[in-house]
C-alpha cells in the first residue's frame, strides 16, 4: 500500500525548520509546490507555504497533523524564485520560512485567498475637461487633483493621484460628486503617446554604456555604470529598458528610498506609459498586492522599488537596475538582515540577464570588483548638455562666530546667489532644531533614559525625542536636577536653521526636506513640485535632499556641517562621508548656470577634506582601496557580525564567549579570525545592554562552510535563551 503523501510546510518566525502535514482532508490529488496552506499550529492555526512533498517524515505518522486547507489553486512562487529565496536563507543564515513571508505581501502572509482586484484608478471625466478649474481656488486640494489629472489624461492609480496632489478619498469623492472626475480601467501601453519629446539624445559616453549592454542583454554578467553627478545615467536605464521590454521581457529598477521613486515614476511613465510598477512601504496592502500579482502575472513589464521589490516575482526578467547601489539603504538593519544589492546580482545570474550597478560614488566594494574583472565597468565622466561639475571650496570656521550654524562668508554667497535669481540648498544630515539641551547653570544634558544617547530637541513640538528608540518626554520648564530655568541648545538641527534662514531672508521662501516635515502623505511630492517650479529659492534638508534629485537651477549648494563623519569609530565612516559630501554636491549646477559648493568645517586640513575637494571620489577610493588592503579589510576580508543584547548586562558577553569558544573547536576554524566579544559602540539602546562578536575570513568559502556549523551550535548553547542574538552577513553598520 502506497503511503500517504507527507507535506513539507515553511512557516514564518525564527524556527530554522520546515513542519511537516498530512494532506487536508478530502484532497487526493498531490498539491503544487509554492502554494499556501492552513494548518494547524499550537492552539491556534497559522498560513504555511508547500516547500516539497515527502514519503517519511523524522516524527511517527500518528503524531502528524492534517492540513486545514489549501489557499491556492495554483503557486505564489515558482522554482526560480524559490531558488533565491533558498540561496538567501542559506547564505544569510536566516530561516527560510521567515525569508519566504517576508518576500509576500502582507495580505498572502495570512489566512485569505488571492485578490485579483484592479487597483482603484481616476481620470477627468468629459464634464471635468471641459470644467473651469478656476472655480476652485479656494478649494486647492480639489484643485491639485484636476492639474494633476489635465497631465494624466488616460488617468492615474488613486495611490499615485493622492501622493502627486495630496489630496485624500473625501477630496475624490466631492470632484466625483460634481462629476469632474470618474473612476477608470488604467490599459497597459507599451510606451506613451509622447514618447519622444521626453527623450534626450545621447552623448558618446552613454551610448557606448548602451551600446555594451545592448550586446549582452540575453546573458548574466554586472555591469558598473560609473558616472558623475548629472551624467544621464537615467537616460540610459531607460534606453536599455526600452530594449528589453522590445524583446517581450521584464525590467527590475531598485532605487534606495521612496523619496527618490515619485520623480522617477513620472518620468519612466513618460516614456514607458502604463507598463510601470511601482511597489515600496508607503503603498496600502492591497495596492501592494495588487502590483505584486500583475508582475507575477506578466500584465505589467517594469518594476519599480524599494530594497524589499527585489523578491517580486517576474517571470521573464530580462534586466536589473539598481540606481545609487552605493546606498546603505539596501541593507536591510533588523530581522532578515540581506542587502538587496547583493540579490539582484543573485537574482540577475539566476534569470541570466544582465545587472546594471549604477553611481556616482560607487562602493569600494563594487570598485574592487571591477579592477578584479568581476563586474565590466561603464564610465560616463562628464555631464550631459555641457553642463560643468561644481567648484568645491572649505570654509575654515575655527574662532570664527556662526550665526545659528551658519558663517559670514556662507550667508553671503547665500544673499549673492538669491540676488541673482538662483536657487540656494542647504544640507546638514541633523534633524531636530538642537541635539541636545544643557542647563547653563549645572551643565545637566538631555540624555536618553534607554540609550546611550542624547534626546534631540525639537522645538515645534516642545518634546526631546531620542532618534536611536525613540523615546519621547516634553521639553522642561526648568532643570531637573537643580532646578534652574536656564536651558540652552547645544548645535543646530535643520528646524533651527529653518528658522534663522527665515529671520536672515524673510523675502525668500523656504523649503525644508527632511523626516518630519515629509511624514504626512504627499508632503514630499508637494515640496519638490514647490521646488521645480521655483517657488522656493531656498532649499534645506538632510540627505532626503541629497540623493538622485535634479534641481537644474540650484548653482549653490552649502554643506553646514560634516565634521561629525570625520573622526567615526566604524572604518567605513570615511566612504560614507565622502559619497555623501560628492552626492550633496552634485546638486549644484546641473543645467547652464556653472555649479559652487562651500563646505563648512573645522578641519579643513583633513585628508579626506582635501582629497575630496582637489582630486574627487575617484582619487579617494583609490586611497581608500589601498587602506582597506593594508588593513585586510572589506573588501579584502569577509566579515560576519553577531549580536546580543539582554537586560541584564552580563548575559550579553557571556554568551558570545560561549559562542566564540564554539566556533573555535569547529572544522575550518584556523581559516577564521574572532574578534571580541565587544561592547557595541552604543552599548545601551532602548533599555537593553549590547554586545557584538565580529567574525572575518580572508575567504568568503571557507567561511561559510564554518558558518553552516556554528550557526546550529548556537542554537542549542543555554546562553542563547537569556539573550536576543542575531546573525548579520556582510555587516554594513557596527552599531
Known sequence: MVSEPILRIALSGPLRTLFDYLMPVGMSQLPIIGTRFQVPFGRGGRTGLLIGISDSSELPRERLKRATRQLDDGPLLNEKEMRLLQWAADYYQHPLGDVIFQALPVNLRKTRAISLARPEAWRLSATGRQADIAKLSRAPKQLAVMQTLSVHTDGLLKAELIASSGASDSVLRSLNARGWIERCHLVPSNQSDDNEQHRHPLNPAQQAAVDQVSARLNEFIPFLLNGVTGSGKTEVYLCLIEAVLAQGRQVLVLVPEIGLTPQLMDRFKQRLGHQVALLHSALADGEREAVWHDLR???????????????????????????????????????????????????????????????????????????????????????????????????????????????????????????????????????????????????????????????????????????????????????????????????????????????????????????????????????????????????????????????????????????????????????????????????????????????????????????????????????????????????????????????????????????????????????????????????????????????????????????????????????????????????????
Not at 539641551?437 to 546611550?452: K, N, Q
Not at 567605513?572 to 562651500?598: C, D, F
Not at 575617484?618 to 589601498?626: D, Q, R
Not at 580572508?698 to 556549523?709: D, E, I, T
Open 297 to 735: 502575472l506578466g500584465n505589467k513589464q517594469v518594476l519599480l522599488g524599494t530594497r524589499s521589490a527585489v523578491f517580486t516575482p517576474m517571470p521573464d526578467l530580462g534586466l536589473v537596475v539598481v540606481d545609487e547601489e552605493h546606498d546603505l539603504s539596501y541593507k536591510q538593519q533588523e530581522g532578515f538582515r540581506y542587502s538587496a544589492r547583493d540579490l539582484a546580482l543573485v537574482r540577475g545570474q539566476q534569470a541570466g540577464c544582465p545587472v546594471l550597478l549604477g553611481s556616482a560614488t560607487p562602493s569600494l566594494e563594487s570598485l574592487r570588483n571591477a579592477e578584479e574583472g568581476r563586474y565590466q565597468q561603464l564610465d560616463l565622466p562628464n555631464r550631459v548638455a555641457d553642463a560643468s561639475l561644481p567648484d568645491m571650496h572649505l570654509i575654515d570656521i575655527r574662532s570664527v562666530p556662526l550665526d545659528g550654524g551658519l558663517s559670514p562668508a556662507m550667508i553671503n554667497e547665500i544673499r549673492t546667489a538669491l540676488s541673482n535669481k538662483e536657487q540656494v540648498m542647504l544640507f546638514l544630515n541633523r534633524r531636530g532644531y538642537a541635539p541636545m539641551l544643557t542647563c547653563h547653570a549645572c551643565g545637566w544634558l538631555t540624555d536618553c533614559p534607554r540609550c546611550d544617547a542624547r534626546m534631540t530637541h525639537h522645538r515645534k513640538q516642545n518634546m526631546l525625542w531620542c532618534h536611536h528608540c525613540g523615546h519621547q518626554r516634553r521639553v522642561p520648564q526648568q532643570c531637573p536636577e537643580c532646578g534652574s530655568p536656564d536651558l540652552r541648545t547645544i548645535g543646530q538641527g535643520t528646524e533651527q536653521i529653518e528658522e534663522r534662514l527665515g529671520n536672515l531672508f524673510p523675502e525668500a521662501p523656504l523649503a525644508r526636506i527632511d523626516k518630519d516635515s515629509t511624514s504626512r502623505k504627499g508632503a514630499l511630492e508637494k515640496l519638490l513640485e514647490g521646488i521645480h517650479s521655483g517657488a522656493y529659492p531656498l532649499l534645506l534638508g538632510t540627505q532626503m535632499l541629497a540623493k538622485g534629485h535634479h534641481f537644474p537651477d540650484v548653482t549653490l549648494v552649502g554643506i553646514l556641517d560634516v565634521d561629525q563623519g570625520l573622526f567615526g569609530a566604524d572604518y567605513r565612516a570615511s566612504e560614507r562621508m565622502a559619497q555623501l559630501i560628492l552626492q550633496v554636491s552634485g546638486r549644484a549646477g546641473r543645467a547652464a548656470r556653472p555649479g559652487r559648493v562651500l563646505i563648512q568645517t573645522r578641519h579643513p586640513e583633513h585628508p579626506l577634506m582635501q582629497i575630496l575637494t582637489r582630486q574627487g571620489y575617484s582619487a579617494f577610493s583609490k586611497e581608500a582601496l589601498a587602506e582597506r588592503r593594508l588593513a585586510l579589510l572589506p573588501p579584502f576580508s569577509h566579515q560576519v557580525l553577531i549580536r546580543a543584547e539582554s537586560t541584564k548586562a552580563s548575559d550579553p558577553i557571556e554568551f558570545l564567549h560561549r559562542a566564540a569558544a564554539v566556533g573555535k573547536s569547529l572544522n575550518g576554524a584556523d581559516q577564521i579570525e574572532l574578534w571580541g566579544p565587544v561592547p557595541a559602540p552604543m552599548e545601551r539602546r532602548a533599555g537593553r545592554i549590547r554586545a557584538h562578536l565580529l567574525v572575518q575570513s580572508s575567504q568568503r568559502k571557507p567561511l561559510h562552510q564554518w558558518l553552516a556549523q556554528w550557526v546550529p551550535e548556537l542554537i542549542t548553547l543555554p546562553e542563547a535563551r537569556k539573550v536576543r542574538w542575531s546573525i548579520d552577513v556582510d555587516p554594513m553598520e557596527m552599531l
